[in-house]
Every structure is written in structure tokens, then in C-alpha cells.
């Protein structure tokens, strides 16, 4: 009986020292893994944005590999500009003659060129004239019988988009070159005998020389005085001459002017010479324009085109004539002068002054409608100023027109 106690005691001991089985870890819920998966996405996140401010987030070594390639990429991107740059110079150096198949050394004959510009082959004529100015004085002479022969039709094309680049090319490699030519060429024989091309040159050359900036510092000023000398005898279309004039930003002596507004066959310009006057507006041109009226005497289509640039002109030296010609004994003149005088905005006191003095003169009454319509035109203020003092106005007819007329729309005057 004792052993089956001492028995039952140990098993119960032993089993007592049996510790219980670990229960499994539970399983994860779906919070977690969404906290998870954010936490992997910020670390990706995070990797992608330093990389691309340039934190380092590889070992040294990796980060001088790739500081090594780009080192590597950008040699390789400088050397290929050098070679570019470097054929550029060369290019430059090089005659275009050479570039088209000419043989180094040979200067081509006009013949050739002139036989080029027909053909419409731009590069070889480029190529050929770029020798002919990069050959002093006897391939000057040469391109000066080139252009002469080809004027007209043939230099037309120059304006085709296909002969640009080539001569545009040679203009500007050329520059000191063709400032040389230019100077040479105007003092020519051929430019003192050959009106077409002392025409073509003039128009051509200003243009050079207005665009060129101070490069062609030898033939500017030889040009110029040329343009002057041109204008003074006639011997170049005028319109030609005031254009490049124009073009060199130069003035044109008055003096000039004055010989010009004087010959009845250059009329054609002095509608133009008139308005230049009018623009400079100094004392000298201001005499020149009250000459020109006074030997007109009211007649002739430039006389109201020579009033309105003496009433364009803010001088009293032109304020004291044009009020001489609005109480001129000619009627002619003194409608002109009128008409002139409401050519532009005007201040509403001093100007119903005039008007009325003339709505209400012997002046015939086409005359006055005509100043009427005049004011309605381009001094809307005065006019409206005029319909309310209309019982001003002594003639009837005058009246009723002043009243009745539409209201000019002034908004568009605002210098009045």
C-alpha cells in the first residue's frame, strides 16, 4: 500500500512539471497590414525623393561611378561642339568659290557669273562674286559689269527665298570686302555714265548701309554725299534718292529742297518734300513752305498739302504766315488757307474766332461749305462748340446746315 502511494505521488509530481503547449500568435488584422503597406510606400516614397535631390543613399563607391559617367557624357558632348566650332572656322576661312567646285586661284569672268544668275544657280554665283570682292580692284571692275548686266529681271529673283541664304552668306563674311567695293563703285565710271545702275546701287547701298550698323564706316559717308549730290542735279530718280536718304536716317538739306520746289518737272515729289518740311520744323524749312505758297498764289494741287505742313508746325514764326494767309486778299489762297488751318485739332476759343469771321465774309458759299465739312471731319469740338452758337452764323442756308448736320463723335480728337 505504500508503494502504490509513493507511486501515485511521483506521477502527480511529474505531472505537475509538465509545462502547457504555447498557444499560436494570433493572426494580423487588416489595420495592421494597411499600416504596413503605408510604411512600405513612405520608404519608397522617401528613396525616390532623396534621389532626386541628390541625397546619398548608396555606398560612395556607386555614387562615384555615376558622378564618373556623367563626367564621362559631358566630355563627349564638349568635344563633338569643338569639332563643330572648329569645321565652322574653317568654313569661314574658306572661299565659297572653293566650297561649290571652283578651282582655288581663279577669278571668274562676268560672262560666268552673269551666265549663273540666268541659270538660277544662287551657290555658284554667291561663290563666284565672294572671289571677284576678295580680289581688290580688277575683281571690282568685274562685279561692277556683272551688276550692270544684271539688272532687271535677274537681280528680281534675288528675292526668292532660294538665293537669300547663299548671297546673305557672302555679305556677311565679307563685310570689310564689300564696304571697299561700295566706295570704289561710286566713284566708278560706270556709276557716273549707267543711270539703271547708279539707281540700283543707290537703293541697294543705303539698304547695306543703314543695316550694317558702323561697319561700313568707308562708304557711308561717300554715299551720302553722293545722295545729296544726286538730289541737287536730278540726275537719279528722286523718289530713288529721298528713299535712301530715308533708309540712312539722314537729313536733306534744305537748301536742297528749295531747288527742288522750284522745277515745275520735279513736281511729282513736292508733295513729299512738302510734309518733310513740315516734320523738321525749324526756321529754315518754315520760310522754305511760306516761299512756296506765295509763288503759287493759291493755285496748284501742292499748295494745300505746303498749308497744312506750315499748320502742322508748333512755331510762331508758322502760326504769324498761315494767319497771314487766312486774311489773304486771293480767295483761292484764303480758303486753302482755312482748310489748312482746321486740318487738325484745334482749341474751341481761338478757332470759332476764324470760322466765324469766315462763315460770315463774301466768300463764296462753296467755299465755306467746304471749311464747314472740314471742321465736322476733324475738329468734331469746334463744331459742336459752333452748333451752339449756330444763331451766330448769318447765312440761312450756312444756319440751317450747321443745325442739321450729324454730331461728329470728338473721342477720336484727343489732342483738341
Known amino acids: 500500500m505504500t508503494d502504490s502511494v509513493t507511486r501515485r ?3 502527480q509530481t511529474k505531472a505537475s512539471s509538465v509545462e502547457p503547449p504555447e498557444a499560436s500568435p494570433p493572426a494580423a488584422t487588416g489595420e495592421e497590414r494597411s499600416q504596413f503597406l503605408k510604411f512600405l510606400v513612405g520608404v519608397l516614397l522617401g528613396g525616390c525623393f532623396a534621389a532626386a535631390i541628390g541625397l546619398d543613399l548608396f555606398p560612395e563607391e556607386a555614387r562615384l561611378e555615376r558622378y564618373v559617367e556623367r563626367l564621362e557624357e559631358q566630355k563627349r558632348d564638349l568635344e563633338t561642339e569643338i569639332a563643330f566650332l572648329r569645321g565652322e572656322i574653317e568654313r569661314g576661312r574658306m572661299p565659297l568659290g572653293a566650297a561649290v567646285g571652283m578651282p582655288l586661284g581663279e577669278v571668274p569672268t562676268p560672262a560666268v557669273l552673269l551666265e549663273h544668275l ?5 551657290r555658284e554665283f554667291a561663290g563666284g562674286a565672294e ?3 576678295r580680289s581688290g580692284e580688277p575683281g571690282f571692275d568685274r562685279l561692277i559689269q556683272v551688276i550692270a548686266g544684271g539688272i532687271g529681271e535677274p537681280f528680281e529673283a534675288f528675292r526668292r527665298s532660294a538665293a537669300l541664304f547663299p548671297l546673305l552668306r557672302v555679305v556677311i563674311a565679307n563685310e570689310h570686302e564689300l564696304d571697299a567695293f561700295l566706295a570704289y563703285l561710286l566713284t566708278s565710271r ?3 555714265e549707267d543711270r539703271p545702275l547708279r539707281e540700283w546701287v543707290l537703293s541697294v547701298g543705303a539698304w547695306l548701309v543703314a543695316g550694317s550698323g558702323e561697319t561700313f564706316a568707308a562708304s557711308r ?7 545729296e549730290n544726286q538730289l541737287k542735279t536730278g540726275d537719279s530718280g528722286t523718289w530713288v534718292v529721298l528713299n535712301s536718304l530715308e533708309l540712312l536716317e539722314g537729313e536733306i538739306p534744305v537748301e536742297s529742297v528749295r531747288e527742288i520746289l522750284e522745277e515745275s518737272e520735279r513736281e511729282e515729289v513736292h508733295g513729299y518734300l512738302l510734309k518733310y518740311l513740315g516734320e523738321r520744323g525749324d526756321a529754315d524749312s518754315v520760310r522754305v513752305i511760306e516761299n512756296y505758297i506765295q509763288s ?7 499748295t494745300l498739302v505746303a498749308l497744312e505742313s506750315l499748320a502742322s508746325v508748333r512755331r510762331e514764326q508758322a502760326a504769324r504766315a498761315l494767319d497771314s494767309f487766312l486774311q489773304s486778299k486771293n480767295p483761292a489762297l484764303r480758303e486753302a488757307a482755312h482748310l489748312a488751318f482746321f486740318s487738325r485739332p484745334r482749341q474751341i476759343d481761338p478757332a470759332m474766332r476764324v470760322l466765324l469771321d469766315f462763315l460770315n465774309s463774301s466768300d463764296s458759299l462753296s467755299a465755306r461749305r467746304r471749311v464747314l465739312e472740314r471742321i465736322h471731319q476733324k ?3 469746334v463744331f459742336l ?19 442739321n448736320a450729324s454730331r461728329p463723335v470728338p473721342a477720336t480728337f484727343k489732342n483738341e
Open 9 to 11: 505521488r511521483r506521477a
Open 118 to 122: 540666268d541659270a538660277r544657280r544662287w
Open 131 to 133: 572671289v571677284l570682292l
Open 190 to 192: 560706270q556709276f557716273r
Open 221 to 227: 559717308g561717300a554715299l551720302h554725299q553722293c545722295l
Open 296 to 302: 503759287r498764289g493759291g493755285e496748284g494741287e501742292w
Open 379 to 381: 475738329s468734331p469740338r
Open 385 to 403: 462748340a459752333l452748333q451752339e452758337r449756330a444763331t451766330e452764323v448769318r447765312d440761312a442756308a450756312l444756319r440751317a446746315l450747321v443745325l
